[in-house]
């Protein structure tokens, strides 16, 4: 991949990123990300299927509800938000080229401004597809997901499929639609519904039953038109237990399989998991992978990380080589991530104001991936950490452990098996041992 340049550079004086391993003290280099090396079978490349996200690195200026954007965007110079839209895909383009990532993921607003009318809304969106399109022809990056942003006009204030006023629900189906158009015409390999206030801030107003009916329905809607136009890939559902509303319905990762499987959307969708979601609902990011992977719907991963002093949505970049090995061992488990990959859900934080630190966040997240990838191949090829946790249900592997297993007796069956005495030998569950390996092979 040879690095893309529109008529002015954006990000210059920064070149391709190379790969320069362990040793290297260039800050600027992969320090184990290197595409082609193979590992378990298959190139890092092919492993990680890594996206930039539009809208935190094109989009997010660094304003919080304390104070203005920190980050000038050279594009941002036009007196036409579309003509700014275009320099910004261009931009876009240099630095996915430059980092040498395959993948980029969008919301519809991110890559197009909105405009006075829906029909103008569709046409802007439509513009910056074309360009899109070349640009992809011409570098080889190519569209992980796309989705559309549903929460941020103020019209989406109770929702969108779950509003309680019709038109807000119609208004979201023709973004939806416009937005499904634009993700099969980029050839986009799956598409995201992150249902950002499809949840409620009170619950006295509020009639739960139907509005978790109507995303329910709004789902089948938007499947069906999706399959209509060809879209051949997988819709994924992010689970997020609040903010920016008090409680979203699609809580974690458990509720919406349960949704999924209710709604008879179960073989269509599949569930798009970010680390940081996960630790909102109070669960570890694993579990949420290892929910996802043992119901067979684990799709693909916004990769960051929170703040473990901050209850919220902090979007870093994610640094931390133990979670994401533990991460990795569940997407090798699940033979991979099929049509998904790791998306960088994450942000600059508001006092990264120099032009290489997009550069520098990207790198220490794909090596820290990368690196996780190793080590969790290491302990799933050569470590006692399978057999420990599968020793565990040794009891389950034959005789009336197994019958049990495979529903072949009744409680009075079981309970006539008990032990004569209260008091049994008891496995230990190996805690200490397993984390302690873990350590060892962190540093291997
Ligand atoms: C918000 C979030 C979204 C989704 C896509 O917390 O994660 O950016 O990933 O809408
Ligand atoms: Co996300």
């Known amino acids: 991949m040879t690095y893309y340049t529109g008529k002015t550079e954006h990000f210059a004086g920064i070149g391709k990123i190379p790969f320069e391993g362990r040793k290297s003290d260039t800050p600027l280099a992969y320090k184990f990300y290197d595409a082609n090396k193979v590992v378990a079978g298959k190139t890092m490349a092919e492993h990680l299927r890594f996206a930039v996200a539009y809208w935190h690195s094109f989009c997010g200026t660094g304003a919080d509800p304390?104070?203005?954007?920190?980050?000038?965007?050279?594009?941002?110079?036009?007196?036409?938000?579309?003509?700014?839209?275009?320099?910004?895909?261009?931009?876009?383009?240099?630095?996915i080229t430059k980092l040498g990532v395959p993948y980029y993921c969008f919301h519809d607003r991110d890559m197009a401004p909105a405009g006075d009318t829906v029909a103008q809304s569709e046409a802007n969106l439509q513009k910056l597809v074309a360009a899109a399109k070349e640009r992809q022809n011409?570098?080889?990056?190519?569209l992980l997901w796309g989705t559309a942003n549903l929460f941020s006009h103020p019209k989406f204030m109770n929702g969108a499929s779950t509003n309680p006023q019709f038109e807000v629900v119609a208004a979201a189906a023709a973004q939806v639609k416009a937005a499904l158009d634009a993700t099969v015409a980029l050839g986009g390999e799956n598409y995201v519904f992150w249902g950002g206030r499809e949840g409620y801030t009170c619950l006295l107003n509020t009639d739960m039953k139907q509005e978790i009916e109507h995303m329910g329905r709004f789902l089948q809607m938007a499947r069906d038109y999706g399959r209509s136009i060809g879209f051949k890939g997988a819709y994924l559902v992010e689970p997020k237990p609040m903010e920016p509303s008090k409680h979203q319905y699609d809580v974690d990762a458990a509720t919406v399989i349960g949704f999924l499987k209710e709604f008879g959307l179960e073989n269509d969708f599949k569930l798009n998991i970010e680390a940081n979601h996960a630790t909102l609902a109070s669960h570890s990011f694993t579990h949420e992978l290892q929910i996802s992977a043992d119901a067979g719907m684990l799709g693909s991963i916004d990769a960051n990380r929170g703040d473990a002093q901050n209850g919220w949505d902090t979007d870093q970049f994610p640094t931390d080589i133990y979670q994401t090995t533990e991460a990795m061992m569940v997407v090798l488990q699940n033979g991979g991530l099929g049509s998904g990959g790791l998306n960088f859900d994450a942000k600059l934080r508001r006092n990264s104001t120099d032009a290489e630190d997009l550069f520098l966040a990207h790198i220490g997240g794909m090596d820290a991936f990368a690196r996780g990838l190793e080590i969790a191949d290491q302990l799933l090829a050569n470590s006692a950490l399978p057999s420990l946790k599968s020793d565990r249900y040794a009891s389950f592997q034959s005789g009336n452990g197994l019958k049990f297993a495979n529903g072949e007796m009744d409680l009075t069956a079981l309970a006539a098996l008990a032990p004569v005495n209260e008091e049994m030998p008891l496995v230990s569950g190996k805690q200490e041992l397993i984390e302690n390996i873990i350590n060892q092979y962190l540093y291997k």
Not at 66 to 74: E, P, V
Not at 76 to 91: F, G, Q, T, Y
Not at 138 to 142: I, L, Q, R, Y
Request: charged share 30%.
């Open 66 to 95: 304390f104070g203005a954007g920190t980050r000038n965007f050279s594009w941002e110079k036009h007196s036409d938000p579309v003509d700014n839209a275009m320099e910004k895909l261009d931009a876009a383009f240099e630095f």
């Open 138 to 142: 011409s570098t080889g990056v190519k």
